[in-house]
């Protein structure tokens, strides 16, 4: 029987970091070229694969001044010093406490590497929440283990 799961059904954690709550992933498209060719005496396009792309992932957290110095550190670390780290997405039970389910793998991206970063927008006359964001980059495929 078919089960599936809703977006908000998944924790996001960053190897490095621990204990954050990260709001959203999006990203991390695996795809490859494509290449027309027409030998220009059939008269037929042809289409042909190439090399594989990675786009990036964008993690997304509401920003919180007085719990994220441990984020803000870290980000300093890696620009300083930059290392690889893990990415994964682990799909949990609907229930607040976030209980991954039995026998559910993760999806994980392996030696990412962190290419932006951004604080928030600030907007005197919004009432939206203020968002931190990571741009990262990998280059292995991901796996589901």
């Known amino acids: 029987m078919l089960n599936p799961i809703s977006q908000k059904q998944a924790i996001i954690t960053i190897s490095d970091i621990s204990g954050v709550y990260w709001k959203a992933l999006n990203g991390g498209k695996v795809a490859r070229e494509k290449i027309k060719y027409n030998d220009g005496k059939q008269g037929i396009e042809q289409t042909f694969v190439g090399f594989l792309s990675l786009e990036d992932l964008t993690v997304m957290k ?3 001044p ?3 110095g441990v984020v803000i550190n870290w980000v300093e670390q890696q620009v300083a010093n930059p290392t690889p780290f893990n ?3 682990q799909p949990v039970k609907s ?5 991954p389910f039995d026998g559910a793998k993760q999806i994980l991206y392996s030696n990412c590497q962190l290419a932006d970063y951004k604080y928030p927008t600030w907007d005197r006359e919004s009432s939206g929440l203020a968002v931190f964001e990571l741009v990262l980059i990998f280059n292995s495929l991901p796996t589901y283990q």
């Open 62 to 64: 509401n920003f919180d």
């Open 66 to 68: 007085k719990e994220d």
């Open 87 to 89: 990415v994964a997405i």
């Open 95 to 99: 229930d607040l406490v976030g209980s």
